[in-house]
Nanobody, 116 residues
Framework: QVQLVESGGGLVQAGGSLRLSCAAS????????MAWYRQAPGKQRELVAA???????NYADSVKGRFTISRDNAKNTVYLQMNSLKPEDTAVYYC??????????WGEGTQVTVSS
């Protein structure tokens, strides 16, 4: 079992910044992928950014150049630094963890609201 606890969401004005954190605990495998997804009202959940345990990253086109994903393997924690936030970034942000040949795990989500 893996537990994911997110923090760092909130309300921010357009152009502002937020940093999300997600701490994983439980049975953590050394090789794993972690990611941030988001879901806005009435829309499907979408990938925002992902990072492998080796540090390889992948971003949605809509956040490239504004968001940065990083991780601290010693702390089993993944971060999402969000800069130049836009109202369309408003969503519930979910942390994701998956190890090879294992089921994926999701956090409960943290609300990010960007006002115009």
């Amino acid at each position: 079992q893996v537990q994911l606890v997110e923090s760092g969401g909130g309300l921010v004005q357009a152009g502002g910044s937020l940093r999300l954190s997600c701490a994983a605990s439980g049975t953590i495998f050394r090789i794993n992928d972690m990611a941030w997804y988001r879901q806005a009202p009435g829309k499907q959940r979408e990938l925002v950014a992902a990072i492998t345990s080796g540090g390889r990253t992948n971003y949605a086109d809509s956040v490239k150049g504004r968001f940065t994903i990083s991780r601290d393997n010693a702390k089993n924690t993944v971060y999402l630094q969000m800069n130049s936030l836009k109202p369309e970034d408003t969503a519930v942000y979910y942390c994701y963890y998956k190890a090879p040949s294992r089921y994926p795990y999701w956090g409960e989500g943290t609300q990010v609201t960007v006002s115009s």
